[in-house]
């Protein structure tokens, strides 16, 4: 059982992080688009199955299967996790500014400059290079 949760974690969280880094990048080009045009639209597409049809299902079931793992195995009290677990928080914020940017530009709201998605594209990144680092190695 654990062994199937362990795939179940790591495809959703794959699905995830793909999502999160792809979003952001979505946004640069979309931040260089006139609004209502064909293309501005058709990004608004794209980021809105992106965030509905594939980023907030994967998001949920990283949780659910991540927090089923961890009380399989009695993680709560150790100093790894914990830290693991405020950055998956941290990666779960970035996921909800990625909701409300999409909103923005589905109102054609152009709030942000291209180099503000340039700079939080990389934030998912260096979370996920934390978060994996604190899982394999167990530093504490």
Known sequence: MVEWLKV???VSVISW???MLYMPRLMVYHTEKKPGSDASETFKIMERRLLKGIMTPAMI???VFGLLLAWQ???WAQGWFISKMFLVVLMSAQHG??????KEFAADERKRKVVFFKIVNEVPTVLMILIVILVIIRPF
Do not use: E, G, P
């Open 61 to 63: 079931a990283s949780w």
């Open 97 to 102: 500014f990625c909701a409300v940017w999409v």
């Open 8 to 10: 179940a974690h790591i």
């Open 17 to 19: 992080m793909v999502a």
């Open 73 to 75: 195995n009695n993680l």
